[in-house]
Nanobody, 120 residues
Framework: QVQLMESGGGLVQAGGSLRLSCAAS????????MGWYRQAPGKQRELVAT???????TYADSVKGRFTTSRDNAKNTVYLQINSLNPQDTPVYYC??????????????WGPGTQVSVPP
């Protein structure tokens, strides 16, 4: 059983920084693209960033310059560094990864989410 678990969310003052982590565990043969989405109350989940197995990142235009994603393949972990936080950065952040597990077929997995709070 493959699981993803995010960590690192919390309350941060505006202008501060936060580093989110997401670790995959279970029977894993390989992990393809990993990424981050976020979802504010009453809004659709939106893509924030992705990173390929080779480490190449892509970002949503709304976060370019402030967000940095990276991964440690040896630890099956993806990171999201968020700088210059503002109250609009307060959705729940979800990690996702396309993983080949015991079924030997790739499928997308999601973490339960981690809340980031930036008080106005």
């Amino acid at each position: 059983q493959v699981q993803l678990m995010e960590s690192g969310g919390g309350l941060v003052q505006a202008g501060g920084s936060l580093r989110l982590s997401c670790a995959a565990s279970g029977v894993i043969f390989s992990i393809n693209t990993m990424g981050w989405y976020r979802q504010a109350p009453g809004k659709q989940r939106e893509l924030v960033a992705t990173v390929t197995s080779g480490g190449s990142p892509t970002y949503a235009d709304s976060v370019k310059g402030r967000f940095t994603t990276s991964r440690d393949n040896a630890k099956n972990t993806v990171y999201l560094q968020i700088n210059s936080l503002n109250p609009q950065d307060t959705p729940v952040y979800y990690c996702t990864a396309r993983i080949i597990g015991h079924s030997l077929s790739a499928r997308a997995y999601w973490g339960p989410g981690t809340q980031v709070s930036v008080p106005p």
